[in-house]
């Protein structure tokens, strides 16, 4: 079965050109997509393994899968392809072995896998999910994180439990709440568990926990040169669950477990990068202030003298994901103007730009998103986004740039999709530069009238840019014109264009950037001014309700997770200390006129555009109840409204592909009862 899969996908890399564009990205397309995910160069530059992660939709899921590629001759071949799930692949530094995680044995375990001898093994028994793989140097041992669930509080304990007799049938005991955390998005409500630092031998055995306590670890986890410690990102403040932006780095050695602290600085300190001599702890900063959004810079401490300097200072934009490439050269990446870059600098602060487009690993919509691996000889493998395919494996080697993989190409190449465009426009608040684009659908005939879909990305803090997305693709194939935009708040512009939302979101202003967009695209001539239609998720969401609350001019409305009332957003969320920290001027009962401003259910009265609403039932990031607040007040209200309830799904509405398929299609059936016909 792997030889006859590995032997259609070749077959879909040469089908004949009389195959190529014949028709529009249809719904049940998005089963059929593939993207590459965790791309990893092997140390000697030499290989590449990566994830592919592919829809089934005989399970309705992604599959994560591990494959090999030769860097030289492109060449690749499965090495895990199967109906378990691989993830976390990480090269020894040997060049012959990977350790990944997979499920191959019920529960997700550490493997390590020898190439040239062509045998696996599990070398972990563990209870709880292993993340934050890392090699030793001397190839010995593997370090991850796993949660330790916390001992049961006093309270709990000193609670009368009936004993139950055999074979009695009882329901589920009641779950005691006592922490600050203790829920998330896409888990629920949790055990009380603390990630800690273990280490495991890499030819098995028993692994051994290093951290201990109720604090806040953190990866990546950076080995020193000589194998004897580790270095880390953690919050061990005592009341670190209140606490946003904050954290410091640690080392803590493998023998006495002795734990140092390395950084003191307010505000946090993470993803930690060590020299290859050890001398120099590369990481990223951010501020602690209480505002809504703050750039993550760039330092260095010298380990030997405590003293630390920054670079990139004149970059405002933020910095993520630091690697070495020498003792005196780091790489990086940032986001600026809508793409997603590789930066090179050295420890004399000078920067230049080596790689512009990474992305694709978001299929739905086309967020900014990327990865990159370096290795010892300066040879870059990442995940390559454009506007035409999802993530594909590249390659940047001697300054030269190398597509590697193809993994759409069977079906994209057989399908017309609709063409990305850049445009910039005023915004009439502030007189704001705004960076958006649009697609228009196969065949585009500019003297013909075309319906318009702005469609507006969550966060806020959150950008898009010229990538793939299956979404917005569909609405193009049925005909639309779609419109989306970095509005004011978006990040890779600068701190102070982000901060341009901070206690305002959402708000007139940000309203106003998206309606300047519309009449931009509207002067260009090709635009059916009586069928306009808007659509957002999450922060999205948010945006499109607020705006049908000061404007008729859309035909109908498509929100997909939305926040309509943020005092019982924020007390029911996930996101909730964080967000009163630093979204807001006070907490709701202090500020409750301002909650209720930014509101889009403040609003609703005005509201006489068709809405339909679409959010996942067990969502804890904009939980379900709001939605459910709209919607009834639409039925109060007697417009025209429809709850479409996802069951099972999390804030990540559309991370089964079943569901991608619905959120798109159900905005296009609702939008098709409203759109009008012009001559």
């Not at 934050?132 to 709990?156: C, H, I, K, R």
């Not at 993470?270 to 810079?297: C, H, I, Q, W």
């Not at 966060?459 to 898009?464: E, F, S, T």
């Not at 957002?536 to 009332?565: C, E, K, Q």
Request: charged share 20%.
């Amino acid at each position: 079965m792997l030889r006859l899969t590995f032997f259609c996908w070749l077959l879909l890399l040469v089908l004949p050109a009389s195959f190529a564009a014949t028709t529009p990205f249809q719904a049940d397309d998005i089963f059929r997509l593939a993207a590459a995910n965790d791309v990893q160069v092997s140390p000697d530059g030499k290989r590449v393994v990566y994830v592919r992660q592919q829809n089934n939709i005989m399970t309705d899921r992604t599959e994560s899968s591990l494959w090999l590629l030769d860097v030289a001759s492109g060449q690749q071949h499965p090495l895990f392809a199967d109906k378990f799930s691989y993830s976390q692949p990480r090269w020894a530094p040997d060049n012959n072995r990977i350790a990944f995680v997979s499920d191959r044995e019920g529960s997700p375990q550490i493997y390590v896998h020898w190439l040239a001898e062509q045998k696996t093994a599990a070398i972990s028994q563990l209870q709880i999910r292993p993340t934050q793989l890392s090699w030793s140097p001397n190839g010995e041992y593997l370090a991850f994180l796993a949660e330790v669930t916390a001992p049961a509080t006093d309270f709990a304990k000193s609670v009368y439990q009936p004993a139950k007799p055999q074979g009695a049938n009882w329901s589920a005991s009641p779950i005691v709440v006592e922490r600050t955390y203790y829920q998330a998005d896409g888990r629920g409500v949790m055990r009380s568990a603390y990630n800690q630092l273990f280490v495991v031998p890499a030819q098995g055995g028993m692994q051994q926990q290093l951290t201990s306590g109720p604090y806040s670890h953190r990866g990546p986890l950076v080995w020193t040169p000589d194998s004897q410690a580790l270095i880390f990102s953690a919050n061990r403040h005592q009341h670190w669950e209140l606490q946003s932006r904050q954290a410091d780095l640690y080392k803590i050695t493998l023998q006495q477990q002795s734990l140092t602290q390395l950084t003191s600085l307010d505000g946090e300190e993470s993803e930690p990068a060590l020299s290859p001599d050890g001398k120099t702890l590369a990481f990223t900063y951010t501020r602690p202030d209480a505002v809504s959004y703050v750039n993550s810079t760039l330092k260095l401490l010298q380990l030997s003298s405590g003293k630390i300097m920054e670079l990139a200072k004149q970059l405002d934009r933020s910095v993520d994901s630091p690697s070495w490439v020498n003792n005196t050269t780091l790489l990086f990446l940032y986001t600026d103007q809508g793409r997603t870059k590789v930066a090179q600098i050295n420890t004399r602060d000078r920067m230049q730009d080596l790689l512009d487009d990474l992305g694709g690993t978001s299929l739905g919509r086309p967020y900014l998103s990327g990865m990159y691996s370096v290795a010892a000889n300066g040879t870059i493998a990442y995940t390559q986004g454009s506007s035409q395919r999802p993530a594909e494996v590249a390659v940047l080697v001697n300054n030269r740039k190398r597509t590697l993989t193809a993994l759409n190409q069977g079906l994209l190449a057989q399908r017309k999709l609709g063409e990305v465009h850049e445009i910039r426009y005023t915004s009439s608040a502030g007189d704001e530069s705004i960076q958006a684009w649009y697609i228009t659908p196969p065949d585009f005939d500019p003297s013909k009238k075309y319906p318009l879909i702005l469609e507006i990305h969550g966060g806020p803090h959150l950008a898009y840019g010229p990538q793939f997305a299956a979404e917005l693709q569909r609405y193009a194939a049925e005909g639309y014109v779609v419109l989306y935009n970095n509005y004011r708040g978006s990040t890779s512009y600068g701190e102070r264009f982000a901060m341009l939302l901070h206690y305002n979101y959402s708000s007139e202003y940000d309203f106003q950037d998206h309606m300047s967009g519309v009449d931009a695209m509207i002067a260009k001539g090709f635009i059916d001014e009586q069928n306009l239609f808007i659509a957002g998720g999450s922060a999205g969401g948010i945006a499109t309700l607020y705006a049908i609350g000061l404007t008729d001019r859309f035909n109908a409305a498509a929100a997909t997770n939305p926040v309509v009332n943020w005092t019982s957003k924020v007390l029911a969320a996930d996101s909730y200390v964080g967000q009163i920290r630093n979204q807001f001027p006070g907490t709701p009962w202090e500020q409750q006129a301002h909650y209720w401003q930014r509101s889009p259910l403040s609003l609703v009265a005005n509201v006489k555009t068709p809405v339909l609403l679409f959010t996942g039932e067990k969502d804890r990031r904009t939980p379900m109840a709001d939605t459910e607040q709209y919607y009834q007040a639409m039925k109060l209200l007697q417009v025209d409204s429809v709850m479409v309830r996802v069951p099972d799904a999390y804030h990540g509405v559309t991370n089964r592909p079943s569901w991608m398929i619905a959120k798109a299609e159900h905005a296009l059936a609702w939008f098709k009862r409203y759109r009008k016909t012009t001559e």
